[in-house]
């Protein structure tokens, strides 16, 4: 079994005082605890961000990481060099004190040959709950200081094209920057700001409520959206296209537990307690009936070979995104079974 390509997520905070109400960890927001690198941690995150397979290191959190800064310019100062990294936030800050973070995060990661791109959540959900607005401020930060090494793109956690395309247009104008959108598919249009080109992704919102707004895909649209992004059917795992073949997704949450994204039900280690590095994931992925399963067979063919029950179909409608799945089929006694057969 091929394992190349991999991405690494680490979630440095569940610290966070924006509200969305969508939100699936705001129980953890007001008394959550913030990653801390113990010498051992220090030392697994360096170990798994300079491996050669590695094709991102992903850091945001079951929070808004801005909150933990101190942590996400520590893990950037891990970099041997020759690193990409992106910084999911809503950009809360102030915009002095915005500034300032991309000039840090600047001098970190050119120093060192890296690069960074800023994803900014541009969706309904969190911006009405922001009081300081990045997106505008962001890209004229861009276009002003020419930052070496940082990048920006924009992120909707559901599939209201319209609110979000509406918005950063406002939004921009507002900042005297003129920008046209360009669809590129279902999850992806492109900003386009003279010669200059930032991404937006769409993904689909997990536990949407009755009655959400039209356009929104469910399950299946989702996955075959993504199926035909990548042009390869959907496993679990890092997705590249083809012909190269897929990697791991990692996930180090801020305790410093570690997970494979999306089967969370099982836990691998703790950068703090043990050793841990690629080769030692990667026999997880080959050795576990269940892991190996969700990684070698569509997700699609799996859900095929359960009964469809009322439960199951309950369940899918539920969760809505293929990444939490996992998750909520592991409540109900029977399901996963099946699959670690399979």
């Not at 079951?62 to 909150?67: Q, R, T, Y």
């Not at 439960?311 to 029977?334: C, D, F, M, Q």
Request: negative net charge.
């Amino acid at each position: 079994m091929v394992l190349q390509g991999h991405l690494l997520y680490i979630d440095i905070t569940q610290v966070c005082g924006i509200g969305c109400a969508f939100c699936m960890y705001a129980d953890k927001h007001k008394t959550g605890m913030s990653m801390e690198l113990s010498t051992l941690a220090r030392e697994n995150l360096a170990r798994l961000i300079n491996a050669p397979d590695v094709k991102r290191v992903s850091i945001s959190g079951e929070g808004e990481p801005l909150n933990n800064a101190k942590a996400f310019h520590e893990i950037l100062g891990l970099s041997e060099g020759g690193r990409r990294s992106e910084f999911i936030t809503s950009g809360f800050f102030p915009h002095d004190k915005m500034a300032a973070f991309y000039e840090t995060t600047d001098r970190i990661v050119s120093g060192k040959g890296d690069t960074c791109n800023i994803r900014l959540s541009a969706d309904s959900h969190h911006i009405e709950k922001v009081k300081w607005r990045a997106h505008g401020f962001s890209l004229d930060y861009m276009l002003r200081c020419r930052p070496f090494g940082l990048s920006f793109s924009f992120r909707s956690i559901d599939t209201d094209r319209d609110f979000t395309r509406r918005y950063l247009m406002n939004e921009l104008a507002s900042w005297g920057i003129e920008a046209r959108i360009e669809p590129c598919s279902i999850l992806e249009d492109e900003l386009v700001v003279g010669d200059e080109r930032y991404s937006i992704d769409y993904k689909n919102l997990v536990h949407p409520a009755l009655g959400a707004l039209p356009g929104y895909l469910d399950l299946e649209g989702y996955i075959e959206a993504i199926e035909s992004k990548i042009n390869k059917r959907f496993t679990f795992g890092s997705l590249n296209p083809p012909p190269q073949a897929n990697g791991m997704d990692v996930t180090v949450k801020p305790n410093g537990d570690v997970y494979l994204y999306g089967i969370e039900n099982q836990h691998l280690g703790n950068i703090h307690f043990d050793q841990i590095d690629w080769q030692w994931l990667a026999t997880h992925v080959r050795e576990n009936q269940l892991i190996h399963t969700l990684y070698t067979q569509p997700l699609t063919d799996l859900l095929a070979q359960l009964d469809n029950t009322d439960l199951l179909r309950a369940i899918v409608t539920k969760v809505n995104n293929p990444y939490w799945l996992i998750k909520e089929l592991s409540a109900h006694a029977g399901l996963l079974e099946q699959w670690e057969t399979a």
